[in-house]
């Protein structure tokens, strides 16, 4: 017999809280079908909690503890991205389908899964009267895709009512099956910084006219120029601290020969860096600020020469470097005062949390005691999450989804065929309970 809380993830999994940047394209009835599918899901969550709106479609939860000294955050989002409707899907993007010991469908991953593994093992600790030793505060953000607003209202609150949090806990990495090349055991990834998150557009103007008399250099020919000198002068490369001890902790899983290596990256970090610029893209970006051209902006019409071309790029900002450097890297490397760089959104790379330190060990206790196949190990994060807004209020801000997740599993988000294990998502419920009667008095 199937366990009801997997019911209670497809019925929320099946409504389309999609998010966009333009407010006029929410649609605002599936948010709120969700939140009302929440409450009648989880009612002693609502009825037993405080509850804080946020924003438009954002919670807040406040679960008094026995104390609140050392209070802490448990972090998702109910919103997801857009679906590639010619993507080949299995099963279709919203229906919840339960098949092959899975529940399909967009968000189940990121990060629906997550929001009903948190407040399925909080409704279980509240059926059986448990009262947390800390105070526990549930912050589910509803527009994390678009980067939005509401995490950032949701810190401005606890930060208005004097809540310093012990320590926070937000998606990001998981229990990573075959991450590391050579690597056999899974490795239980915690973010313990984040990337930032940069857009810029370069814009290159012109004469424009019709294509059958072009003229060299135009704006497309000089936009092509630039992203192709972009392409050519990629920022210095060096591995961060954190990832200097993920290596450390995979040194005992990995073949015999290796083992030095990895157990004294920190005094070969030239040569570890180099290694990882040349096993493949996932491996280099944890090495350096990156540069994605993601959209292009020309003619509307085949045979007129565009008077305006546009790329926006996407930029994930390594811890140590500034927005402003990058910014100042890429107008280096372009060369051309012709391609005008316009900054859209500016995210500083997150401070680093500690993981020498109590609330990292009681999350990788946890992790021990539901995963104890896997090797805990904090990383970089190279993707950003609601959890940046809060480094402004904790010094330990830590990301982490606790579910096993394939290396196509990992590939499926925001992209097609997403799907989250049955047995793996009540190990992830599981995870967030022993985390909250783990906590400390």
């Known amino acids: 017999m199937t366990d009801p809380a997997v019911a209670r993830l497809q019925a929320?999994?099946?409504?389309?809280?999609?998010?966009?940047?333009d407010p006029d394209q929410v649609d605002v009835a599936a948010f709120d079908a969700?939140?009302?599918?929440?409450?009648r899901s989880f009612p002693l969550l609502h009825q037993r909690l405080e509850l804080t709106r946020i924003h438009t479609h954002g919670?807040?939860?406040?679960?008094?503890?026995?104390t609140a000294d050392k209070p802490?955050?448990?972090?998702?989002?109910l919103d997801v991205v857009p679906v590639d409707e010619d993507a080949p899907w299995q099963h279709p993007p919203f229906s919840a389908d339960l098949a092959d010991g899975k529940v399909w469908g967009r968000g189940t991953l990121d990060d629906k899964g997550c929001l009903v593994g948190i407040c399925e093992a909080v409704e279980r600790l509240l059926a059986d009267d448990h009262v947390p030793a800390q105070d526990v505060w549930l912050s589910f953000g509803c527009d994390e895709e678009v980067f939005g607003v509401a995490a950032s209202m949701a810190a401005d609150v606890l930060e208005q009512r004097g809540v310093r949090p012990w320590f926070?806990?937000?998606?990001?990495?998981?229990?990573?099956?075959?991450?590391f090349p050579g690597v056999k055991p899974p490795v239980a990834?915690?973010?313990?910084?984040?990337?930032?998150?940069?857009?810029?557009?370069?814009?290159?103007?012109?004469?424009?006219?019709?294509a059958s008399t072009p003229v060299r250099n135009g704006p497309t020919a000089r936009l092509a120029k630039a992203i192709l000198a972009l392409e050519r002068s990629p920022m210095p490369a060096s591995t961060p601290e954190p990832t200097l001890e993920l290596f450390r902790r995979l040194a005992p899983h990995v073949p015999l020969p290796l083992r030095p290596v990895l157990g004294n990256a920190d005094r070969i970090r030239p040569l570890v860096t180099r290694a990882m610029l040349a096993v493949g893209a996932e491996t280099a970006a944890m090495t350096r600020t990156t540069f994605a051209v993601?959209?292009?902006?020309?003619?509307?019409?085949?045979?007129?020469?565009?008077?305006?071309a546009v790329a926006g790029v996407n930029i994930r900002t390594m811890p140590g470097d500034t927005v402003d450097a990058v910014v100042e890297h890429v107008r280096r490397a372009i060369g051309d005062d012709q391609v005008r760089i316009e900054v859209v959104e500016r995210g500083e790379a997150s401070p680093v949390s500690p993981v020498d330190d109590d609330a990292f060990r009681l999350i990788e206790h946890t992790i021990a005691e539901v995963f104890p196949e896997a090797v805990p190990a904090p990383y970089v994060m190279m993707a950003a999450t609601d959890a940046r807004q809060f480094t402004r209020i904790c010094e330990r801000v830590y990301r982490f989804a606790p579910y096993r997740m394939s290396r196509a599993q990992r590939e499926a988000i925001h992209s097609y065929d997403e799907c989250l294990g049955v047995d793996d998502f009540l190990d992830g419920v599981r995870w967030y309970r022993r985390l909250i009667e783990r906590l400390p008095r």
């Open 12 to 21: 929320l999994v099946r409504i389309p809280t999609i998010s966009h940047r």
């Open 34 to 39: 969700f939140l009302a599918e929440l409450e």
């Open 59 to 66: 919670l807040l939860f406040h679960w008094p503890g026995r």
């Open 72 to 77: 802490v955050v448990l972090m998702a989002h």
């Open 168 to 179: 926070v806990v937000d998606e990001g990495g998981a229990v990573a099956g075959k991450a």
């Open 189 to 210: 990834v915690v973010g313990v910084t984040e990337k930032g998150a940069t857009s810029l557009r370069l814009v290159v103007e012109g004469r424009g006219g019709h």
């Open 294 to 308: 993601t959209t292009l902006e020309g003619s509307p019409a085949l045979n007129v020469i565009a008077s305006r």
